[in-house]
C-alpha cells in the first residue's frame, strides 16, 4: 500500500512541477507580449505625434500661399487708395477702398502676418531687398530711406522681403585709400 500512496505522491508532485512550467511559460510569454504591446503602443503615440506635426506644417504651408497672394491684393489696395486720394471727386469710392484696405490688414495681422518696420533702421539682407543705393555722407551702417514695397513676417518667419531704397554708409578714409590702391 505503501507504495500506491508513494507512486500517488510522486504523481502528483511531478503534476505539479508540470504545472509549475506551464505556469511558468505562460508568464513568459505574457511577458513577451506585454513588451510587444508597450512597443506597439510607443510607435502609435510616434505615429499620432508625426501625423499631427505633418498636418500642422501642411496648414502652415497652405495658410503661407494664401496669405503671400492676399499680400498682392493688399498692394493693390494700397495703389489704389494712394491713386483716389489724388482725384478729389469720387468720395465714396475712395472710402470704399479704404474700408476694404483697412479690413484686408486686419485679416492679414489676426492670422500672424506682420509688417517689416524697415524705414530708419539698418539695413538687413535678411529682411529687405535693396533696390536703390544712394552714397551717404555719414559713417556707420547703411540704412534704409525709403520703402519701394512693404514686407512682411508670418509667424516670426519671413512671408516677402521689404523692397528699399539704401542709404549707404560714407567709408572711411583708409578704406578708400585701400581699394583705390
Given at each position: ?7 500517488g ?7 505539479m ?14 511577458d513577451?507580449?506585454?513588451?510587444r ?24 504651408s497652405?495658410?503661407r500661399s494664401?496669405?503671400t497672394r492676399?499680400?498682392?491684393v493688399q498692394?493693390?489696395m ?12 469720387n468720395?465714396e469710392v475712395?472710402?470704399?477702398i479704404?474700408m476694404v484696405r483697412?479690413?484686408l ?6 492670422e500672424?502676418?506682420e ?7 539698418p539695413f538687413?539682407?535678411?529682411?529687405h531687398?535693396a533696390v536703390?543705393?544712394?552714397?551717404g555722407?555719414?559713417p ?7 520703402e ?7 509667424k ?8 528699399v531704397?539704401?542709404e ?11 581699394v583705390s590702391?
Open positions: 500500500m505503501k507504495s500506491k500512496e508513494g507512486a505522491e510522486e504523481s502528483t508532485q511531478d503534476a512541477e508540470g504545472l509549475e512550467r506551464d505556469l511558468e511559460a505562460e508568464r513568459k510569454k505574457n513577451e507580449l506585454l513588451v504591446m508597450k512597443y506597439m503602443q510607443a510607435d502609435l503615440e510616434n505615429y499620432r505625434k508625426r501625423m499631427d506635426r505633418e498636418l500642422a506644417e501642411a496648414r502652415e497652405s495658410s494664401l496669405l492676399l499680400l498682392v498692394d493693390e494700397d495703389m489704389a487708395a494712394k491713386h483716389s486720394e489724388e482725384g478729389e471727386e468720395g475712395r472710402e470704399g479704404e483697412k479690413k490688414a486686419s485679416l492679414l495681422e489676426s500672424g502676418v509688417r517689416i518696420e524697415c524705414v530708419g533702421k538687413d539682407p535678411s529682411l531687398e536703390e543705393k544712394v552714397q555722407d555719414s556707420g551702417e547703411d540704412t534704409v530711406v525709403g519701394v514695397r512693404a514686407g512682411f513676417t508670418f516670426g518667419q519671413l512671408l516677402r522681403p521689404s523692397m531704397k539704401v549707404l554708409a560714407a567709408k572711411e578714409a583708409k578704406q578708400e585709400a585701400k590702391e
